[in-house]
């Protein structure tokens, strides 16, 4: 009977919960159970296709019970009698903590031990979102905990963070504070994640979870996606596969340092831990202020590792990208081009060049500032953000110009959290550098370059100003690239108090987002690059901000297939600048074909970072074709599906992957050679994401055979392709002289109805 009623009850709570979608309301139980003949209150985080099940008795413990696929409403019920975790869902330090937590604090009075209870749990909808936070409070102080749980309701994504706040006669001392923590079953787990350096970022790295630490972190200060990502997948199945087997992903969205830990201890579960790298960051925390992690963004698939990528890739079109569901430009960057050799007659050649190649923007990189001290090199000027006018007497109102002459946008390049010593602005406000009082500070690119402070307003306004003065004065720029080459190399904060200087790297990122704010309030419809050293920047704590991130200052297209390949994982193709450069490329000195080049560049946002003037009449005829047949399927590529087929990292001579639109009704596959040996046996690969009972015509593009592909313009079943795959032959049929040891394909898949 008492079961039956509870029934009842959670039946009039989800009646209430619909007629008032926009109130607030105060759940006294979610669905509530016997167990163990004491009264549990259980809670269902749900999404369209997964659950997370928590515990949360008023005057209790918070517990984890259940992350997966949706429940039915009778596994709900009898959920405790199969969940064997009822793991503390945010463990505090100082009660019963052998192991591994979330949070530890320093009381007013010392005290370093915290003991939370359950006081209430709340449930509100948000647009295409519901947030329930469970606030919890220590038995003893005033001091609480919100665990916040946000489910969207269109895709399958739980972000989950913490607000803490307490009302203690003084301030208290947090010394660790995770966002979130997530117990995963041991079995065959299997932990896949990105790791790197400059010109090498996004490498895949996949190793079973053995007893012992994992330990991911970043402790860089400006960029925080160089050697190593704040997001991961766990494969619950074993060896990880692309499109089958089960994947929980997992994502802190944070600009700022950042620590991930996998535990695997004496339990029966993987403990894993996510927040702010609290290694000298210790943060005083006034009665007043409430301190908020950021989130955490959770995924679950059983479509493999794809799968939880597609997910991402969905969550953070529709909310995390900046205008992340409009297609991105064709542009051409100077950088490669010129590097820093700027001027007014080399600039408008390349906006007359990339134009007639049917390009729709040109972005002038460094090189284009500085009054007492030309932008010469890395060794002066960052910080002094006037146009040289003895590189361009016109100035950019006379770059825009030409812009619009040739019939496409403008945009320019930026670094302005930085300055050099070198610079009026060094001169000016030496004190504006982030630097330890009685130290000299250690100096970065070119010898002289410093990180601004912005933790200080007055920086702030500075930095916010630099880009307001250029879109003040040139409304017309479209996009702005937006650069960050030093990592923080000297702790101290002229702004901070002595008191304070451990909040220092948490304190910078606060104004850092302030700034970002501002700009995005004032101009919500510009394009902004987050570019750091190349991919320093690929993290969802900085994309609400930015359209797109830089992937890596190397453009080499080989490589790049492994870069791009390991960023997919989390972010979508629309983010991912892709650019065609040079052969020799200027980084690797390797020799690629353009064709391959191209070929590579289209996987992501396409562009082109090359000197056209030094393209031949023939190169420059493949890359027209190219970028109009790349407008044909930009919708599919960068508002699509991913499905990755052939991984470079299994070293099978071949990379593979594709496109589908959501109606399945159109595709693009790619194909590349990544081993160049003779006879060597290369896979056969089978298409995925594509509807069984559709047909669908193969055309290829960028074709430079002689001869069309045997399958070119025939018509085949979904399921057919999907069950056989296409032979792809290992070289390309062209005349003897062009003949080289790359090859590559692009099929392009239309329904025929």
């Known amino acids: 009977m008492q079961l039956e009623r509870t029934i009842e009850q959670n039946l009039i709570i989800k009646k209430m919960k619909s007629m008032k979608a926009t109130r607030k309301i105060s759940l006294l139980a979610g669905f509530s159970l016997l167990a163990g003949g004491l009264w549990a209150q259980n809670f269902c985080i749900s999404t369209p296709g997964t659950s997370l099940v928590i515990n949360a008795p008023t005057g209790g413990e918070l517990k984890y019970l259940y992350y997966g696929n949706k429940l039915s409403e009778t596994d709900l019920q009898q959920i405790e009698a199969v969940s064997n975790c009822n793991h503390t869902a945010y463990p505090v330090y100082g009660m019963n903590c052998p192991g591994e937590v979330a949070l530890a604090v320093t009381h007013a009075d010392g005290n370093l031990s915290t003991q939370m209870e359950v006081a209430s749990v709340s449930t509100e909808t948000e647009k295409q979102a519901t947030l329930t936070t469970v606030r919890l409070k220590d038995k003893v102080y005033p001091f609480y905990i919100d665990v916040c749980y946000k489910a969207y309701q269109d895709v399958d994504m739980i972000e989950t963070w913490t607000e803490i706040s307490h009302q203690e006669k003084k301030a208290v ?3 660790q504070f995770a966002s979130a923590y997530l117990p995963v079953r041991r079995g065959n787990v299997w932990l896949s994640h990105l790791s790197g350096s400059w010109a090498n970022e996004g490498q895949l790295t996949q190793e079973p979870l053995e007893p012992g630490m994992i330990v991911i972190k970043n402790k860089d200060g400006v960029r925080n996606s160089h050697t190593a990502h704040a997001e991961v997948m766990f494969s619950l199945d074993g060896n990880p596969r692309e499109n089958t087997g089960r994947v929980i992903g997992a994502a802190l969205c944070y600009t700022g340092n950042y620590k991930l830990k996998i535990d695997t201890d004496d339990s029966e579960y993987h403990q894993f ?16 202020e409430t301190f908020r992690t950021p989130s955490v963004a959770l995924t679950y698939s059983n479509e493999g590792l794809s799968g939880a990528s597609r997910n991402f890739h969905k969550w953070g079109r529709n909310y995390k990208l900046a205008h992340g569901n409009t297609v991105r430009d064709i542009l051409l960057n100077s950088w490669e081009g010129v590097y820093f050799d700027i001027n007014q007659e080399g600039m408008d050649q390349m906006m007359g060049d990339i134009a007639s190649m049917g390009g729709e923007l040109f972005v002038m990189d460094d090189g284009w500032f500085g009054d007492k001290y030309s932008r010469k090199d890395d060794s002066s ?5 006037v146009t040289d006018s003895r590189k361009l007497p016109e100035g950019i109102g006379g770059l825009i110009k030409d812009a619009q002459k040739h019939g496409i946008k403008f945009g320019i390049w930026i670094e302005p959290e930085m300055a050099n010593t070198t610079s009026e602005l060094y001169e000016k406000h030496p004190e504006w550098i982030l630097k330890a009082p009685q130290r000299d500070p250690v100096l970065g690119r070119g010898g002289t370059q410093v990180v601004l402070d912005l933790a200080n307003p007055e920086v702030q306004d500075f930095v916010f100003k630099v880009v307001d003065d250029l879109m003040t004065q040139h409304p017309e720029i479209a996009y702005i690239k937006w650069d960050a080459n030093m990592a ?43 570019c750091a050293s ?38 979508p193709a629309i983010a991912m600048a892709s650019h065609i450069s040079a052969a ?6 390797r020799t690629v074909p353009l064709k391959f080049r191209i070929d590579v560049a289209m996987s992501g946002r396409l562009g082109m970072e090359i000197q056209p003037k030094n393209m031949t009449d023939e190169e420059k005829d493949l890359c027209r074709k190219a970028i109009a047949d790349y407008k044909k399927i930009r919708p599919v590529v960068q508002l699509g599906d991913i499905y990755r087929l052939v991984s470079p990292y299994d070293r099978l001579g071949v990379a593979s992957l594709m496109y589908t639109s959501p109606e399945k009704d159109k595709a693009v596959f790619y194909w590349w050679k990544t081993e160049h040996f003779v006879n060597q046996h290369l896979p056969r690969v089978t298409l995925a994401g594509l509807d069984p ?9 960028n074709r430079i055979d002689n001869q069309p592909l045997a399958f070119e313009g025939k018509t085949f079943s979904g399921a057919f392709l999907m069950e056989n ?24 898949l239309e329904e025929v109805k």
């Open 173 to 175: 001392r947090l010394t």
């Open 273 to 288: 831990y996510a927040g702010i790298n609290e290694e000298n960051s210790s943060y005083t925390l006034p009665g007043k």
């Open 381 to 385: 000027s960052l910080g002094d953000w």
């Open 488 to 530: 923080i190399m000297n702790h101290g904060s002229n702004y901070l108090t002595k008191d304070n200087q451990s909040h220092m790297y948490i304190d910078y990122h606060k104004g850092f987002e302030k700034i970002c704010q501002r700009i995005r309030a004032k101009y919500p419809d510009l394009v902004i690059q987050a």
């Open 534 to 571: 190349g991919g320093g920047r690929a993290n969802y704590g900085y994309l609400p901000y930015f359209d797109e991130f830089w992937v890596s200052d190397n453009t080499d297209a080989l490589q790049r297939i492994y870069m791009q390949w390991g960023t997919s994982y989390f972010f």
């Open 584 to 589: 020799p490329n200027h980084q690797t000195f």
């Open 693 to 701: 009972d559709k047909k669908y015509r193969i055309s290829e593009l």
């Open 725 to 748: 795959g296409l032979e792809i032959p290992y070289t390309h049929r062209v005349d003897y002289h062009k003949q080289n040891d790359y090859a590559s394909r692009v099929l392009y």
